[in-house]
């Protein structure tokens, strides 16, 4: 896991370099229980 410092507010979470979640895409800052799910799928 690596945080990569940013500015603008915007907030990704990738694994193994994809992409599964992007607030600039949605407008929504995810819940912890929301990127588990994703983690799950």
Partial sequence: MELIPASGGVFEVTVNGEKI???DETGLFP???N???MLDK
């Fill in 21 to 23: 979640y992007s607030k």
């Fill in 31 to 33: 819940s912890s229980e």
């Fill in 35 to 37: 990127i588990i799910a």
